[in-house]
């Protein structure tokens, strides 16, 4: 069984920086890890991936240069993965809902998703 959780999101000034944290409890390394937001009104949208075991990542345009997903090996155990958004320069267009999923595939291409967390809510304004 998989399971997702995010934490960290709040209320932030533009400018401002902040990260993320996705864990991800399941069986094996071999896994894909992506990060969506959702802002009101709009489709969701990928920010970007991360392949667990071969390391490799991808941003969506909009992400690029200024949100980076890292892994926080430190807290990796047997069943337990943690991934870091960080997102700098953030800017009002960038609330939304963040959300965390696990699933297989590659970073450009995801097969299906497993599992989703709940989400957690940012907030940029002056």
């Known amino acids: 069984q998989v399971q997702v959780e995010e934490s960290g999101g709040r209320s932030v000034r533009p400018g401002e920086s902040l990260s993320l944290t996705c864990t991800v409890s399941r069986d094996g390394r071999n896994f894909l890890l992506g990060w969506f937001r959702q802002a009101p009104g709009k489709e969701r949208e990928q920010v970007g991936a991360?392949?667990?075991?071969?390391?490799?990542?991808?941003?969506?345009?909009?992400a690029k240069g200024r949100f980076t997903i890292s892994k926080d090996s430190s807290k990796e155990s047997a069943r337990l993965y943690t991934a870091i958004l960080q997102m700098n320069d953030l800017q009002p267009e960038d609330t939304a809902k963040y959300t965390c999923?696990?699933?297989?595939?590659?970073?450009?291409?995801?097969?299906?998703?497993?599992?989703w967390g709940q989400g957690t809510q940012v907030t940029v304004s002056a």
């Open positions: 991360l392949h667990w075991s071969l390391g490799e990542r991808h941003y969506a345009d909009f």
């Open positions: 999923a696990a699933g297989k595939g590659t970073v450009t291409r995801a097969l299906r998703w497993d599992a």
